[in-house]
C-alpha cells in the first residue's frame, strides 16, 4: 500500500464554447467568449444573465443509448466529456467518480413545478433523472462498466475532492482506469439563486472530464501530484478569511514555477467551472514550456481546496 | 494533503465501530430503536409533514423530532438554520461522537451519505421564488442551507471533527457507500478516525416522485411477501464512528463491532429498475465476502434491502439465492423497512446501525407484516423475534442508478 504515480490519460470538455475540449481551450486563449444569452425568470420582468452550451452537430454516437433519450442536459454533457476523455483509452475496469454542485436541477425544478401544480399528476417520467447519481448512471451504462460509481455533491472543489478519490481506487488497484467527471446544467432557479450573491454573475453549463490510470499510456499527459487538504473559511468577516484560506492552499502546493489559468470568463460554472481551470492550465503550461499545473478552487460553501500537476510530453498525436 | 497521502506499510489495517447514533420513526437515540427493531414494531402513520390529499398514498414513518437540539459547539443562529433532515444528521452524530467520545478537536475525515440533503429548503425556495418572485428574505440563507456538504460541515464542526467533509450522493445506497467509504479511508491508513453517516427527510418532492411511479404501498410494507406492494418510505439518520483497530484500543475505546468487507457495483439495467437477476448485487456480496475472508456459509444474518416492491425485492431474493448456495435454505434474512420504511439515503447507515445492535444483543430484526413469505426466496425469513448467536452479519443497500452497495459486520468479543 505504498504510494504511487497517478496519471491523466485522457480529458474532455462539454462547454458554452462548443463541444470538445479544444473549443474550450480556444476561447479561453483567444479571449473570444461566447455571447450570454438572457433567460426568462417567472415573475420578473428582468432576465437572467446565462450562458448555454450549444446544440451538438453532428449528433453524438452516444445520443442514440436509450438510456440518453430522456436524460437531462447535465447527462448529455456529461458523457460528450466523457467520451471525448475515454476516446483510445486502454482497457481495464473502469470506476466513475461523478461530481456536481447543483445537480439535476431542471428536472427537478420542473417536477416539484408539477408537483406544486398537482401531485396527482406529477410524471414519473421526470422524477428519475432528478436523482443526483442519475448522470453517473447514465455515464456507467453508456460506456459499459459495473465497476463503482460514486457521485460526490459538494462546490467548485469538489472536482478536487474527486481526483483523490479516484487516486485512492486505483492505488487500491479497485480498478484500472477511473473517469472523474463534474457537470453542471443551467436553470432559472439556479440563476437566481446565484443572482442573491452577485448581481453580475452569469450562470454557465456544461462538463469536464479526465481519465486517470494507474500506468502511464501513450496517451498520458501529466501526472497528479498532490490535492490539497480542503481549507475551510467563514464568510462572516469578509473576503479576509477566504484569502487567507487559498494562501495557505497556495503554500501547500509544490514551490516552484507552475502554469495556472482562470476560466472564470465563461461564467460561474461551479464544479465545472474547475475542471476547465484546470484544463486550461495544462494547456498554458504546455504552450509555456512549464513543467507544473496548478489548480485552486475557492468554494462557494466555504472551503478552498487545491491541486498540482506535472506536465508529460504527449508521446502520439 | 488528500492525496498523496500516507497509507498504511503493513497491509489493510482493522477498522471498528466505537460509536453509534440513531434518528428513526421508532424513537431518537440508540436505546429507544434497540427494543424497536428487537421486536419488530412498526411507525407508520397518517404524512403531517405536507399535504397528501391528492396523493395516490396518505402514509410514511416520519421522525417525531424533538424542538431542542442538543448542545454542541454551533451558535444558535447556526442551529436554527438547519432543517429537519440537518437536525436528524446532527442528532446521529452527536450521539455517536459522544458514545465513542470523541471529544476535543478531532482530526477525522467525515463521509455522508443522503439523496436530497436539505431538500425541504430547496422547496421553499423554490415556492418563495415562484410566489413572491421579489422576495429576497432568507433566500440566500435557504440557498446555502439546501446544499448537503454544507449541512455535513456544520454537523461535523458540531462535533469537533476536523478534517475534508464528503458528500456521496448514490441514491438509496448513498448511507452503505459513505460507510464504505469511510472504512476504506481508515483501512488504507488515509484516516485514524472517519465519522461516516446517512442521513434523509421525507420531503414533498419524494414522495411525490415515489407516488408518481405507483412505488409506494397503498397496504402495508411487506418485503418479500408474495402479496407485496410496494415500499413505504420514511425518514431518519444514523451515524457511526469508524477507528483503526490500534487507535480505539490505543485510546481505550469500547468497541462495538467490526467492519470487516464493503463490496460495490453498478446494475447496468435500468435507471430504477433492478436486474430481474441481481447480478450486481452478487458481485457486492460476493466481493464484501471475499474481503472479510469469509463463505455465506459464516453469514449467520442478511438485513436485506428489501424495500417491499415486487421488482426489487425478487431480484433481491434471486440474487441472495444465488450467492449463498447451500446455504441458502438456512440463512435467516429480513428487511428492517418493514418497520421504518425506506429511508433513503440514510436506509444504509440505519441498517448498518442496526447490525451493530443485533451483534451486540445477539438477536435478529424480524418482519411481523410478511405473512406469505414469496416463494422465491430460497432462505429463511426472519418473521417473528428471535434470539440467535450472530457471529458476521451482511447488509445490502440498492439504489437508484443501479447504486448497489453491501458491508459485512462482525461481533467484537
Known amino acids: ?317 | 494533503m488528500l492525496f498523496p497521502r500516507a497509507q498504511s506499510e503493513s497491509g489493510p489495517r482493522r477498522v471498528v465501530v466505537t460509536g453509534c447514533g440513531m434518528v428513526t420513526p421508532l424513537g431518537l437515540g440508540v436505546a429507544a430503536n434497540t427494543e424497536g427493531f428487537r421486536t419488530g414494531q412498526t411507525a407508520f402513520r397518517p404524512v403531517t409533514l405536507f399535504d397528501v390529499s391528492r396523493q395516490r398514498v396518505h402514509t410514511a414513518a416520519e421522525v417525531s423530532l424533538p424542538p431542542a437540539l442538543p448542545n454542541t459547539a454551533l451558535s444558535s443562529r447556526q442551529t436554527r438554520r438547519l432543517d429537519r433532515a440537518g437536525r436528524m444528521l446532527l442528532w446521529a452524530a452527536h450521539e455517536a461522537t459522544q458514545q465513542a467520545k470523541w471529544t476535543g478537536k478531532r482530526p477525522a475525515a467525515c463521509v455522508v451519505g443522503t439523496t436530497g440533503g436539505g431538500m425541504s429548503l430547496g422547496e421553499t425556495y423554490l415556492r418563495t421564488a415562484l410566489h413572491e418572485p421579489l422576495a429576497c428574505r432568507q433566500q440566500p440563507t435557504r440557498t446555502i442551507g439546501y446544499q448537503a456538504c454544507r449541512q455535513a460541515a456544520v454537523v461535523a464542526q458540531a462535533c469537533d471533527v476536523r478534517g475534508p467533509v464528503n458528500v456521496l450522493a448514490n441514491a438509496c445506497a448513498s448511507g452503505a457507500n459513505a460507510i464504505g467509504h469511510a472504512w476504506e479511508l481508515v483501512r488504507t491508513g488515509r484516516n485514524d478516525c472517519v465519522l461516516a453517516a446517512g442521513y434523509d427527510a421525507i420531503s414533498q418532492l419524494i414522495f411525490a416522485g415515489f407516488d408518481s411511479l405507483q412505488a409506494l404501498s397503498p397496504t402495508q410494507c411487506r418485503p418479500f411477501d408474495m402479496h407485496r406492494d410496494g415500499l413505504a418510505l420514511g425518514e431518519g439518520a444514523a451515524a457511526l464512528t469508524l477507528e483503526a483497530l490500534e487507535t480505539a484500543l490505543a485510546r481505550g475505546a469500547t468497541i462495538l463491532a467490526e467492519i470487516v468487507g464493503y463490496g460495490a457495483a453498478t446494475d447496468l439495467h435500468h435507471l430504477t429498475q433492478p436486474h430481474p437477476q441481481g447480478d450486481a448485487a452478487v458481485a457486492t456480496m460476493t466481493e464484501a465476502c471475499r474481503i472479510a475472508g469469509i463463505e455465506p456459509d459464516d453469514i449467520d444474518y442478511v438485513n436485506a434491502h428489501g424495500t417491499g416492491t415486487p421488482l426489487n425485492d425478487s431480484a433481491e431474493a434471486a440474487a441472495l439465492t444465488r450467492w449463498a448456495g447451500a446455504r441458502a435454505a438456512t440463512l435467516p434474512v429480513s428487511s428492517t423497512k418493514a418497520g421504518i420504511g425506506h429511508l433513503l439515503g440514510a436506509a444504509g447507515a440505519v441498517e448498518t446501525a442496526v447490525c451493530v445492535l443485533a451483534l451486540r444483543g445477539q438477536w435478529l430484526p424480524p418482519m411481523l407484516a410478511t405473512r406469505t413469505p414469496d416463494p422465491a426466496c430460497g432462505f429463511r425469513l426472519v418473521t417473528q423475534p428471535e434470539s440467535a448467536r450472530v457471529e458476521h452479519v451482511m447488509t445490502n443497500s440498492f439504489g437508484f442508478g443501479g447504486a448497489n452497495a453491501t458491508l459485512v459486520l462482525r461481533r467484537w468479543a
Open chain 1, 1 to 317: 500500500m505504498g504510494l504511487s504515480a497517478i496519471f491523466l490519460s485522457g480529458s474532455g470538455a462539454v462547454s458554452p464554447a462548443g463541444w470538445g475540449q479544444e473549443k474550450l481551450l480556444a476561447a479561453l486563449r483567444d479571449g473570444v467568449l461566447p455571447a450570454a444569452q438572457t433567460l426568462e425568470r417567472p415573475g420578473w420582468s428582468r432576465p437572467l444573465t446565462v450562458r448555454r452550451v450549444p446544440v451538438p452537430a453532428p449528433r453524438p454516437a452516444w445520443a442514440a443509448h436509450p438510456r440518453m433519450r430522456r436524460a437531462a442536459a447535465i447527462s448529455q454533457f456529461s458523457a460528450g466529456a466523457a467520451e471525448e476523455a475515454l476516446r483510445d483509452s486502454s482497457q481495464g475496469p473502469l470506476g466513475v467518480v461523478y461530481c456536481t454542485t447543483c445537480g439535476c436541477v431542471n428536472y427537478s425544478r420542473r417536477f416539484y413545478d408539477e408537483v406544486l401544480r398537482d401531485p396527482a399528476v406529477a410524471s414519473p417520467l421526470l422524477f428519475p433523472e432528478t436523482v443526483f447519481n442519475a448522470p453517473a448512471s447514465h455515464l456507467s451504462t453508456v460506456f459499459g462498466t459495473a465497476a463503482v460509481n460514486y457521485t460526490l455533491v459538494g462546490d467548485s472543489g469538489i472536482f478536487l475532492h474527486g481526483l483523490a478519490l479516484a487516486a485512492g481506487w486505483l492505488e487500491a488497484g479497485r480498478v484500472a482506469r477511473c473517469l472523474v467527471v463534474a457537470a453542471e446544467e443551467v436553470d432559472w432557479i439556479i440563476a437566481d439563486a446565484l443572482h442573491h450573491f452577485r448581481k453580475s454573475a452569469t450562470l454557465t453549463e456544461g462538463a469536464g472530464a479526465v481519465l486517470l490510470t494507474r500506468e502511464r499510456t501513450a496517451r498520458t499527459f501529466a501526472e497528479l501530484e498532490c490535492v490539497t487538504d480542503p481549507e475551510p473559511f467563514t464568510l462572516r468577516s469578509g473576503r479576509g478569511e477566504r484569502t487567507e484560506a487559498l494562501q495557505r492552499v497556495a503554500s501547500a502546493l509544490p514551490r516552484g514555477l507552475a502554469a495556472t489559468a482562470d476560466a472564470t470568463g465563461l461564467g460561474e460554472g461551479f464544479s465545472a467551472g474547475t475542471v476547465w481551470q484546470l484544463l486550461a492550465a495544462i494547456e498554458t503550461a504546455r504552450q509555456s514550456q512549464l513543467s507544473r499545473a496548478t489548480v485552486c478552487a475557492p468554494g462557494a460553501y466555504q472551503e478552498a481546496i487545491g491541486a498540482s500537476f506535472t506536465i508529460h510530453p504527449v508521446t502520439t498525436p
